[in-house]
T-cell receptor, first 110, second 115 residues
Framework: GIQVEQSPPDLILQEGANSTLRCNFSDSVNNLQWFHQNPWGQLINLFYIPSGTKQNGRLSATTVATERYSLLYISSSQTTDSGVYFC????????????FGQGTELSVKP | DTGVSQDPRHKITKRGQNVTFRCDPISEHNRLYWYRQTLGQGPEFLTYFQNEAQLEKSRLLSDRFSAERPKGSFSTLEIQRTEQGDSAMYLC?????????????FGPGTRLTVL
């Protein structure tokens, strides 16, 4: 089946710093989503981005589908950005189910 | 639109007991998914419904697990004869079915602890 790899697995930043999270996937997909999991376990939708570039405030994401990777940019990080970030992909012709990466655990220090 | 809801939020049970979880999707979303997440891992797909039809089940879904979605609205996930290895967060998601729009929205999850 499709493999999803996220890097780095862990990231520690000072408040105000910028960061880039990467997601590589091993086959073509028709869905790609980025999530932030809060301390209570809720998955918060950040981006639905099977291709192209999107921006939402301090966050932006780019997916290059032909090269099978996606990037999540966080600028001017805040302590509230801490948590686990997941990339999830939906393979073609598999009913829309999502395959998740292992996540990147981000810790932003004041 | 109140989002995806799940009930209960937490469940503690003893090994061997049966448990049932409920998921209410976003209204008018045709697809409903169940995932399981264990500590330190990403969520893993269990099963999904299109309306009331269960279209796929993962190998993770042993015969002790059963899911239903009567009338294509809410869904239930039942685990019979629970085992300690069933302890996990059970997540439900829904999405509209339409070409080019497969974005999934997740509920808050049900955290199961089997003693």
């Amino acid at each position: 089946g499709i493999q999803v790899e996220q890097s780095p697995p862990d990231l520690i930043l000072q408040e105000g710093a910028n960061s880039t999270l990467r997601c590589n996937f091993s086959d073509s997909v028709n869905n790609l989503q980025w999530f932030h999991q809060n301390p209570w376990g809720q998955l918060i939708n950040l981006f639905y981005i099977p291709s192209g570039t999107k921006q939402n405030g301090r966050l932006s994401a780019t997916t290059v589908a032909t090269e099978r990777y996606s990037l999540l940019y966080i600028s001017s990080s805040q302590t509230t950005d801490s948590g686990v970030y997941f990339c999830a992909v939906g393979p073609y012709n598999q009913g829309g189910k999502l395959i998740f990466g292992q996540g990147t655990e981000l810790s932003v220090k004041p | 639109d109140t989002g995806v809801s799940q009930d209960p939020r937490h469940k503690i049970t003893k090994r061997g007991q049966n448990v049932t979880f409920r998921c209410d999707p976003i209204s008018e979303h045709n697809r409903l998914y169940w995932y399981r997440q264990t500590l330190g891992q990403g969520p893993e797909f269990l099963t999904y419904f299109q309306n009331e039809a269960q279209l796929e089940k993962s190998r993770l879904l042993s015969d002790r697990f059963s899911a239903e979605r009567p009338k294509g609205s809410f869904s239930t996930l039942e685990i019979q004869r629970t085992e300690q290895g069933d302890s996990a967060m059970y997540l439900c998601a829904s999405s509209p079915r339409g070409s080019g729009d497969n974005e999934q929205f997740f509920g808050p999850g049900t955290r199961l602890t089997v003693l």
